[in-house]
Structures are given as C-alpha cells and as structure tokens.
C-alpha cells in the first residue's frame, strides 16, 4: 500500500500544502484545470527554511482589475467578514517579502460567494470524479464549519475570504496534486494549531480559531495546542487534511520512496516552519499482511479499499527488523473488548469496517461474562500507531463502555506473495489464486489455494472444494 504521510506539528495551510505536494513529488502541470477555470496562477519557489530546502507556493491572480473583490490588509474586514479572520493562507504565513517579488497574490480576489457559489465554481471546472469529491468534501466541511460558528445554513453561508479564488485554488490544487502522487492512503500525525490570540473585527480569540476548531471536530486527526504562539493552522488547510488524511499518532513504517517540505512564512526562531510529506509503501506489503492472521490466513481477498491500515510499524524499538525462525517481526497492538448486548449483525460487520479503518485483523470469540451471561470477547489486531483511533472505531460501531490493549507487542510473519495456477477439469481450464507463504531467505514453507477461487471451481465442475485446493496447491508446486 502507498501511504502518503503528513506530518502536522507545524500546521497546516492551503498554500504549504501546495508546496509540500509539489516537493513531495507531485507535478504543477496537473493545475492547469485550475488556471483555465479562474483568473490565477501558481508559482512554486524554493527557499531554505532552517537550513532546511522547501518549496514555498504562491497563488496569484491574473485579473486586469487588481481591486475587483479584493481585501486589502489582514484586518480590513467588515463585521460581516469576520468569520474568517480565519485569515486567509497568505496572512497566517506572514510571508517574508513583497508582493513585488511575485505577481500579485491573489488573496481575496474575485466576487463574493456563497457555499452554493463554490459548489457551482467547481462544477464548472473539468476535474476527474475523485478530485470534484476531494474538493467538494474540503469545502463542505468549511462551510458547515462556518454555518454552526455564525448559526447559518450552509447554502447561504457567506464564504468570503475562503471563498476566494486563492482558496478554490488552495483546496482544488491541492487535490490534483494528491491526485496526481496518487497514494493508497494519506495520514497525518496530530496537527498543531499554534496558540496565542488572533484579533479581528468582533475581537480578540485564541488561537485554534473558531472555524478550525469546528473542522478538527469534524476531522480523523487529533488537534493539539502549540509549540508557538502563531496562528499554524488555517480553515483552508484543516479542511483540505479532514477531507483527506486519516490521523496516526506517530509516522507509519514505510519503505520511503521520496518526502518534501512545503514552506511558510512565520519565523519560527529555532523551529524550521515546514509541512513535510512522506511518500512510500508499507514494508512486504500484501493483502495478506493487511488481514493479520499467523499461520494460514482465513480472510480471502483484497482489502475493501485504500483506507486500510497496511502493514504496520515493522520495526523494532531499535530500528532493526526482529527475525524469529526465519519469519519477519514487526511491533502491534492488541485491542480487547467484552460485549453482551451486541447483535449478530454489528459482530458481523466488524470483520468489515475495522480492517477498512486499518486493523491486520478482526477475532470475535464467545465468552460468558457477568452473571454467566453469554457474551462475546473482539480482539483487534492493528499498528501501534492506529491503536487510538481504532479504539474510537470499535466504541463507536459496538457501543462498548471501554476498550483495553492487551500484552501483546510483536507478531511474526511470513513473507507472502500471490500468484496464480490453472486447473484442467474435464477439458476446460480454471484459473486458481495460490498464497505461498516464505521464509526470510526465501524458502517457501507452505503453499495453499485461496477458498473463494476454489469455491467458484467446484461449483463450476461438481468436485469437492478439499480437491480443487489440493490440486491447485500441487500445481503451484510443480510450477516453481
């Protein structure tokens, strides 16, 4: 599984993001959708942050009427623009030189609009179906933010700065370019809101402010106060995270490919202002891997989709990979809860929802519990890293009043790979996947067809499933 990982302890906004995909990987020319849409353009610099090489992205406009819909300062807002004091991501970056140095930023250009506005901006702009999904998921969580600060609805919610055309580039461009990486799963680590206070035309409030306060509700990720006192996450950028990334406590293994660091503009005194993304796969990933299981693995298939957990944290608290009996190790958590009160369908939809949500594997065991009623123990294996999210998940689908990690810390596995063989029944030919499970230094210890192709065989030809895994087996050996 590609896994694309943020790491959030220096906030988040529409114009780093920008910059940390380009860093990361990501080519400028998929924006194009973007600048034949509306009247602005992209400029990518690199800069040193802390001695650090980044990317800084700037969006600026194009518009022959440099006035036309413009704000002029960061606190030139009516009453009315106050909900977004939220400033706008050329305003939370401070950026450390003039608009001479670039063509005009296109900060606030462009006609006021409402969340229905937005909607129907990006309905005229030509994007793939997964990217209109990704931005319209980021602007609803603004809007809806905005409704429940100002007590709106969310169609005639006024947008204003975040309804701009530098923000409809931000959340657009940010999703073409997540687009064009083309990652499995994005993560991020907490996210940090900066602190102090942010002064605007109702006043003066803390930092986070009230909109990102809402959309970090709304979001996967967990929200954290600090290390400075700057305001280091914008509306724009928690949106575009909560409609993308799933949260992780800490970076997850990877076999990185590349990484890159998108620069903003605060001076952090010793602390390099950069949003780094990592980009990579998961270490032997197989689906195999992502379902858990020592020894032969009862679940059958692909994982349900790119929001799974992949493989997990393969590496010891040392750094080096564990070997026992030529098996590879790697670090887990075991979560456990007891229930009695849950139906056959919730224990049912588990073994679906929790791998969805990242979990190797999904245990429902009968117990009996409290009076010697019947009841039942789920064991949830899963990365330490995903442990508290997954928690969350498995309260949220049961109902449970707690949910403990047990002892377990490391699991062994084989390293696995899927091929496929032909059967000849009858004079027709049936295709089989085959799971060969291998040591570290390659030797294949065990060989087995997988039920749900064997199934389809038997019904298909009559022969018992025991035969058609058993002749797959031996034709996959005889292969090798």
């Not at 009453?79 to 050329?90: K, S």
């Not at 409402?114 to 999904?133: C, F, K, P, R, W």
């Not at 979560?335 to 679906?352: K, W």
């Not at 596995?413 to 799971?435: F, P």
């Amino acid at each position: 599984m590609r896994t694309l990982a943020f790491d959030g302890r220096a906030g988040a906004a529409g114009d780093v993001l920008l910059g940390t995909l380009v860093a990361a990987g990501a080519d400028p020319a998929v924006l194009a959708p973007v600048t034949e849409a509306l009247p602005v353009d992209y400029e990518f610099e690199s800069v040193s942050e802390q001695g650090i090489a980044a990317t800084r992205a700037h969006v600026v406009t194009t518009r022959d009427d440099e006035t036309d819909g413009r704000s002029h300062g960061h606190h030139d807002h009516t009453d009315d623009d106050h909900h977004d004091h939220d400033h706008t991501d050329d305003d939370h970056h401070d950026h450390d030189h003039t608009d001479d140095d670039h063509h005009d930023h296109a900060e606030g250009t462009g006609p006021a609009r409402t969340y229905d506005d937005v909607v129907a901006v990006l309905d005229g702009v030509e994007l793939s179906a997964s990217v209109t999904e990704t931005s319209r998921e980021a602007f609803r969580l603004l809007g809806e933010a905005e409704a429940a600060v100002h007590d709106t609805e969310l169609g005639a919610t006024p947008f204003h700065e975040v309804g701009a055309d530098d923000a409809i580039a931000d959340v657009v461009g940010a999703a073409l370019l997540l687009d064009d990486l083309a990652p499995d799963r994005v993560v991020t680590t907490p996210v940090a809101a900066g602190g102090g206070e942010a002064t605007f035309s109702h006043g003066t409030y803390p930092v986070p402010t009230p909109a990102v306060t809402e959309i970090a509700a709304a979001a996967d990720w967990r929200l954290y106060g600090g290390p400075v006192d700057r305001e280091l996450l914008t509306p724009t950028g928690a949106a575009i995270l909560a409609a993308v990334a799933d949260g992780v406590e800490r970076l997850p293994a990877l076999r990185v490919e590349t990484s890159g660091y998108g620069a903003g503009g605060y001076d952090l005194g010793d602390r390099p202002n950069v949003l780094r993304a990592t980009v990579g796969s998961r270490p032997v990933e197989t689906d195999a891997d992502r379902h858990g299981g020592e020894g032969h693995d009862d679940n059958h298939g692909d994982h349900p989709h790119g929001h799974a957990g992949g493989h997990g944290d393969s590496q010891s608290h040392g750094g080096t990979p564990r070997h026992g009996d030529g098996l590879r190790g790697d670090d887990v958590a075991v979560l456990e809860t007891n229930l009695d009160d849950a139906t056959p369908e919730v224990l049912g939809s588990l073994q679906e929802t929790l791998p969805a949500a990242g979990a190797y594997d999904v245990t429902v065991l009968p117990t009996a519990g409290k009076k010697s009623r019947p009841g039942h123990l789920v064991r949830v294996v899963c990365d330490p890293g995903d442990a508290d999210r997954l928690a969350r998940r498995l309260a949220e689908e049961t109902g449970t009043l707690g949910v403990r990690e047990s002892g377990a810390r490391h699991r062994w596995v084989a390293e696995r790979e899927t091929t496929e063989t032909t059967l000849t029944v009858d004079g027709e030919t049936h295709t089989v996947a085959v799971k060969r499970a291998r040591t570290t230094d390659g030797e294949v210890y065990d060989t087995s067809g997988e039920y749900d192709d064997a199934l389809a065989v038997a019904e298909a030809t009559g022969l018992p499933v025991r035969a058609v895994l058993r002749r797959a087996a031996a034709a996959a050996r005889d292969g090798e």
